[in-house]
């Protein structure tokens, strides 16, 4: 159960686009169609931002969007806004019908 | 409105054991699969454990499998982790997640229940 690999930090300024990796196995990333992404500020509880890849939950903005390709999944946030200053996580059903999360990627907005 | 509230949490010493519970409202709670994930200080999300809509299966995460426990009573709309043989590195916030209908992604998470394994 080896943890999802997203990178640490990424950053842009207001309005541009960053996208953030996360990379697992055939096992899990590549097996499913069940990757999710969660947003956590500081000292809150994470929300569900994305799930099956590419829905979004109702109440989430467009500007959130989910790929897959392989064994790398991708969360990009287009027109960036000071809000979205956040910790991002992906997370990954897998092959053992158990979870794996990301390590967790910080966005900063400049 | 869905409300998953943890309880239980608090300052253990090295060996020993904990119960944490946590409660549920606003949804069938013996319809869905419930999770545990952890977090600690400074640091990611970890998944713990999950126990199926009708008590019937449970996984856990290799860090946790043999010293946790995770059940539910359905009829309480509660589910319980119980944690034995405790270690420092087990010290996190707790959360408690419903599992959406399909049962791929967590879609509601309580506030989280704090323990610290400490001498």
């Known amino acids: 159960q080896s943890a999802l690999t997203q990178p640490a930090s990424v950053s842009g300024s207001p309005g541009q686009s960053v996208t953030i990796s996360c990379t697992g196995t055939?096992?899990?990333?590549?097996?499913?169609?069940?990757v999710s992404w969660y947003q956590q500020h500081s000292d809150k509880a994470p929300k569900l931002m994305i799930y099956?890849?590419?829905f979004r939950p109702s109440g989430i903005s467009n500007r959130f969007s989910g790929s897959k390709s392989g064994n790398t999944a991708s969360l990009t946030i287009s027109g960036l806004q000071a809000e979205d200053e956040a910790d991002y996580y992906c997370?990954?059903?897998?092959?053992?019908?158990?979870?794996?999360f990301g390590g967790g990627t910080k966005l900063t907005v400049l | 409105q869905v409300q998953l509230v943890e309880s239980g949490g608090g300052v253990v010493q090295p060996g020993r054991s904990l119960r944490l519970s946590c409660a549920a409202s606003?949804?069938?709670?013996?319809?869905?699969?419930v999770h545990w994930v952890r977090q600690a200080p400074g640091k990611g999300l970890e998944w713990v454990a999950v126990?199926?809509?009708?008590?019937?299966?449970?996984y856990y995460g290799d860090s946790v499998k043999g010293r946790f426990t995770i059940s539910r009573d359905n009829s309480k709309n509660t589910m319980f982790l119980q944690m034995n043989s405790l270690r420092a590195e087990d010290s996190a916030v707790y959360f408690c997640?419903?599992?959406?209908?399909?049962?791929?992604?967590?879609?509601?998470w309580g506030q989280g229940s704090l323990v610290t394994v400490s001498s």
């Open positions: 997640a419903k599992a959406s209908a399909s049962g791929a992604y967590f879609d509601y």
């Open positions: 606003g949804f069938t709670f013996s319809s869905y699969d």
């Open positions: 126990i199926l809509f009708d008590g019937s299966n449970k």
């Open positions: 055939s096992s899990d990333i590549g097996g499913y169609n069940y």
């Open positions: 099956d890849v590419s």
């Open positions: 997370s990954s059903y897998t092959s053992s019908s158990t979870r794996v």
